[in-house]
């Protein structure tokens, strides 16, 4: 299954992943707004790959199959008390 990889340039490490290139269709309105402008980075085969950089690629077919699209959020940092 091939992918289609954009970063936002609005939001720091935030990422969407669509199906077909240029489609933002399935993406709701509101998010396509907090994500703005968004930069094509790369074109991706789910099915060569078993993990990406931060995500599982399983769990990214799933959403692509299920809402047309996955969002990448950067990684929340925790701190904890010494």
Known sequence: MLCFVYKSLKK?????FV???DDFEPVP????????KLEFVME????QRDKLARVDSKQVRRQLEQQGFYIQL?????????
């Open 19 to 21: 199906k077909n290139k």
């Open 12 to 16: 720091l490490d935030t990422y969407l």
């Open 44 to 47: 991706v085969d789910l099915s």
């Open 29 to 36: 309105e509101a998010l396509r707004h907090m994500l703005g």
């Open 74 to 82: 950067p990684p929340t940092t925790v701190f904890h008390d010494t």
